[in-house]
């Protein structure tokens, strides 16, 4: 049995500026990110400037702690937020919703289309490899913050979270999902698209994978205890938030190898 580490957490402090690890995991995803658009804006023929990358990675920010911490509100706290609305600002405490920040995502790059005329799918595509090595840097946030720990179990990897307060070995789920969500992520949608590929294909292989990666951990995650299980009586909120997720991969897809046919 393991136990997890008691991770101070502030990272490092500058005077009275305290910088803490969740939002230093933040920061190396949202350079990750940037340094990968680069990357790929410098390869020949991608269409892409430096400059454009450096105003994506800006609005991408934006929509991911935004569309983030509203999507958590929503979707896991709203019973709180109604007795205390500050706790919306209060983003170095955690509480972020993957789901929330990939709409707000979406909603950003409707904006950032609007200035640049690109085409959303197109810009969509050009930024979903990159957004893995956030959420892997996330998770291992959540995991130094002791928070989002998983169901009870017996095997020999459980870990004991002391924020639980009960002594039980749990799945250390948060970082199931840093390899799944993440690593693994990040993996299948770069090589995927490494070589070209019909627009929202790309797009259509992220939302699909995705889904399904979180679909499954979620069997091994502890529901948010405020919310319990609610389909069905097993199935999870990060679940049912995923299904669609599911659904949209697959009709993207649809859609991107369909038109691509020669008619």
């Known amino acids: ?13 500058v005077g009275p500026l305290q910088i803490r690890w969740y939002g230093l995991m933040y920061l190396l995803g949202f350079a990750a990110g940037w340094a990968l658009g680069r990357y790929r804006a410098s390869r020949p023929h991608s269409g ?16 991911v702690i935004l569309g983030g911490r509203i999507g958590y509100i929503l979707f896991y706290g709203l019973e709180s937020f109604l007795k205390n609305p500050s706790i919306l600002l209060r983003i170095w ?3 972020m919703s993957f789901h929330g920040g990939f709409l707000g995502v979406l909603a950003a790059m409707a904006l950032f289309d609007r ?3 690109r085409g959303f799918w197109a810009t969509v595509d050009f930024i979903a490899p990159l957004v893995a090595p956030g959420i892997l840097f996330g998770r291992i946030g959540n995991f130094i913050n002791g928070e989002l ?3 009870v179990t017996d095997a020999p990897w459980g870990m004991v979270f002391r924020q639980t307060g009960d002594g039980l070995p749990r799945h250390p789920s948060q970082l199931y999902e840093a390899a ?58 990060g679940q049912l938030l995923s299904l669609p997720l599911v659904a949209v991969g697959v009709v993207l897809l649809g ?8 008619k």
Do not use: C
């Not at 049995?1 to 402090?13: I, K």
């Not at 859609?255 to 020669?262: D, E, V």
């Open 48 to 63: 892409w400037t430096a400059a454009q990358v450096d105003d994506l990675v800006f609005y991408i920010a934006l929509g």
């Open 1 to 13: 049995m393991l136990v997890h580490p008691d991770f101070d957490p502030v990272a490092f402090a």
């Open 115 to 117: 200035k640049y005329g």
């Open 255 to 262: 859609l991107a190898y369909r038109r691509s046919r020669p």
């Open 180 to 237: 799944l969500e993440g690593a693994a992520l990040f993996v299948i949608v770069w090589l995927f698209s490494a070589k070209p590929r019909p627009t929202m294909a790309v797009s259509g292989v992220f939302a699909l994978t995705y889904g399904l990666f979180r679909f499954l951990v979620e069997f091994a995650r502890q529901p948010d205890q405020h919310l319990g299980y609610l389909a069905w009586n097993w199935l999870t909120m």
């Open 149 to 151: 720990w998983g169901r």
């Open 93 to 95: 405490e955690g509480g």
